[in-house]
């Protein structure tokens, strides 16, 4: 995409998803910590579906931390991989309160050095917490980008990379939202809904799925 057609993209996701945020529920910075955390190889529904007892049993990193991995494990089992989520989830809670205060650091270095705590997890506080412009990539994010022609990569960090150097500065921090949102409910894996696609116009991509046919209405039978 040129320097044009992507400020024309991503204007219509603007448009498309004005109120756009993470769909995973928090009330902190800590709990935005843990959410995302646990997000990984997991459904937010699926995520959101855990955190109200595990909050209400654990709401601060000292609480979490006393918590315990087999009592967060507990309250988790119900999502992926619950099993690593909950060991991290408890050391991030311990090394939060011995190194930080008990308060989520602001910046990447200290986020990344964190246990279950990865680039994505890193973009994604630093963005929504903090107010940076960073670009979290996750799949949904990674295959738009990649089939529009926002910013083409073959791994996450090219992608990220891409979008980092051609997503206007004014845009870049509301960006991945947008993204996120059509990439999960418009722009979707095994086939996007092109149709009903807001950014087809600027979109590269060659092989647009039409809308699907109407079924003809069965004859209505004559009686009498």
Not at 164 to 187: A, N
């Amino acid at each position: 995409m040129t320097a044009e057609e992507i400020r024309s993209f991503l204007l219509d996701l603007a448009r498309t998803w004005p109120d756009a945020k993470t769909e995973l529920h928090y009330t902190d910075t800590f709990s935005l910590l843990v959410a995302v955390v646990m997000s990984a190889q997991a459904t937010d529904a699926s995520v959101n579906r855990v955190t109200p007892a595990l909050f209400a049993a654990a709401p601060t990193p000292q609480a979490m931390a006393a918590l315990g991995e087999d009592k967060v494990g507990e309250l988790i089992r119900t999502i992926g991989l619950w099993r690593s989520k909950a060991k991290n989830v408890v050391e991030l809670s311990r090394q939060l309160v011995a190194s930080y205060g008990g308060q989520v650091p602001s910046t990447r270095e200290a986020l990344e050095k964190l246990p279950g705590v990865g680039r994505k997890t890193a973009n994604v506080v630093l963005n929504v917490a903090f107010d940076q412009p960073t670009v979290p990539v996750d799949t949904h994010v990674f295959r738009l980008a990649n089939r529009s022609g926002l910013g083409r990569g073959r791994t996450v960090e090219a992608v990220e990379a891409a979008l980092e150097r051609r997503i206007p500065t004014d845009m870049k921090r509301d960006s991945h939202h947008w993204m996120i949102l059509h990439g999960r409910y418009v722009c979707k894996a095994r086939k996007p809904e092109c149709w009903r696609c807001a950014a087809s116009g600027p979109c590269l991509f060659p092989a647009k799925t039409p809308a699907p046919r109407a079924r003809p209405a069965r004859p209505t039978a004559i009686t009498g």
